[in-house]
């Protein structure tokens, strides 16, 4: 074994890298058995990608980077932006304070928790901001998302970026005459889309405590019109929720399915969720507790996320003997990018659970009886719209080929009993394929993605 190999391996060791993830081949085998030698765990991932994706999710997890240089000090935001940022709360009629992923990176769940239930502002999370604090929170608006961000006059971004996922923070989905309040820990995010109002620039906890200091004595009114507002919507907008999951009709649609799936996952489960409309709506039905127990695609929004962030996590509660189990809800898309790697999840028996959100296709596919007759059409290369799948395609098979458990589940009975043997389960990994109805779509949206086709 080459000494290079062993001192690079001990280096890293020495630097707290507990987790090594990758796919060897000469001459990177040594490199791996060498981590090994050191007391590095090293899984062997079967793509790199999905070996990336995993590394980036344990140090999320964790908290631990392996960085040549130490760690940057706390710091605190200019007293004199902290200033301008108190007198903006005070003088807002519909204040939001939208919580990232930042504040979960930072640790700054107390402090954020501190300022919400001090001054009263409603706050929504980002998808990887859910569980700073628990979805279920009182002062939490994320079902009425919409209408939050378009009417807020002033907006604190904790850790939270104006890029797609909050539509960049422009009309319409924003007022024109909003003004923000950010708070980040890089320099060159302040006023990235929009100009900031008053520019944060420090570590989360540190700014927060900072504002409560200034801000302790204020508190928004909990009977003012903006809540009244917020309270309206989110109630409306959990009763369409709600008709759409008590449907009794099968193929079964998103909300039945996430709504069944929402009542029997732990509190502490970590859950991790990639696809187009099965993490659309995933996020809003399946709620969050703790921090930094929700992994999904992302301010990137990219596919084949999912089985990479599930090993990260199904590693770490392997090792930690927590009993957390780690959900991984996949759509029928999403699942092919990185699909072959749980035979890593069998190698190493890591008992995460997939759930296959099978449509039949990306957004949307057809129906059986429906293919077999655009099959008779002719060359399918030229028929088969290009967003479908193969319908009904067994996916649960991809699992109990590597000698986990494979469900294929069709009713509301099945998908129950599937998850809660899945659940009780601790030894296997485990795979439901949760067959759909191939046009189920998300309820109707007040506006349409910035991101939209134009065709």
């Known amino acids: ?42 899984v062997g991932m079967r793509n790199e990608q999905a070996a990336c994706y995993a590394a980036s999710a344990i140090g999320y997890l964790t908290g631990w980077f392996v960085s040549c240089c130490p760690p940057a000090p706390v710091s605190q935001a200019d007293s004199r932006e902290i200033t301008q940022a108190v007198r903006l709360l005070r003088a807002a009629q519909r204040p939001l304070i939208i919580i990232g992923k930042g504040a979960a990176y ?13 001054t009263g502002i409603p706050f ?27 009417q807020a006059d002033v907006i604190v971004l904790l850790g939270a970026r104006l890029n797609w996922i909050l539509h960049f923070g422009f009309p319409p989905r924003f007022s024109p005459h909003v003004k923000i309040i950010q708070v980040d820990l890089c320099a060159e995010e302040l006023s990235n889309n929009v100009r900031a109002a008053s520019a944060l620039l420090g570590d989360i906890g540190a700014v927060v405590r900072q504002l409560l200091e200034t801000v302790r004595s204020w508190r928004f009114p909990s009977d003012s019109q903006w ?72 301010t990137f929004g990219t596919m084949g996320v999912g089985p990479g962030f599930a090993i990260a996590a199904g590693v770490l509660e392997q090792t930690q003997k927590s009993a957390q189990r780690v959900v991984c809800i996949e759509g029928d898309s999403a699942f092919g ?8 999840m069998c190698r190493y028996k890591l008992p995460i659970i997939i759930i296959v959100i099978n449509n039949n296709g990306i957004y949307s596919g057809v129906d059986p009886k429906t293919w077999k007759e655009m099959e ?80």
């Open 337 to 344: 990018f990185s699909g072959m790697e749980v035979e890593t």
């Open 376 to 455: 008779k059409m002719g060359d399918m290369t030229t028929i088969a719209p290009p967003v479908t799948l193969l319908p009904e395609a067994r996916y649960e098979q991809v699992m109990s080929a590597f000698g986990g458990r494979g469900y294929l589940v069709r009713t509301v009975e099945e998908l129950r009993s599937s998850l809660q043997e899945s659940l009780n389960n601790t030894q296997m990994p485990s795979l439901l394929n949760v067959l759909i109805d191939p046009a189920s779509d998300r309820k109707q949206q007040e506006f349409p993605w910035l991101t939209r086709s134009n065709l």
């Open 227 to 298: 809540w009244l507002t917020l309270k309206e919507k989110m109630t409306a907008n959990a009763q369409i929720s709600k008709s759409l999951a008590l449907r009794s009709t099968l193929p079964m649609n998103y909300y039945t399915a996430f709504h069944h799936i929402s009542e029997l996952l732990p509190k502490d489960c970590i859950i991790v969720s990639e696809g187009a409309n099965t993490m659309d709506i995933g996020r809003t039905m399946l709620l969050n507790d703790l921090p930094r127990h929700r992994l999904d695609a992302g």
């Open 1 to 42: 074994m080459s000494i290079r190999y062993v001192f690079t391996s001990i280096q890293l060791h020495v630097q707290n890298v507990e987790y090594m993830f990758g796919i060897v081949g000469v001459p990177i085998i040594e490199v791996a058995m060498a981590a090994q030698a050191a007391g590095i765990k090293y």
């Open 124 to 150: 929504l999370p980002t998808p990887m901001g859910k569980g700073v604090l628990p979805d279920d929170h009182p002062n939490c608006v994320a079902a009425a998302r919409s209408r939050s961000l378009l």
């Open 106 to 118: 930072a640790r700054a769940e107390k402090e954020v928790r501190e300022l919400v239930e001090v």
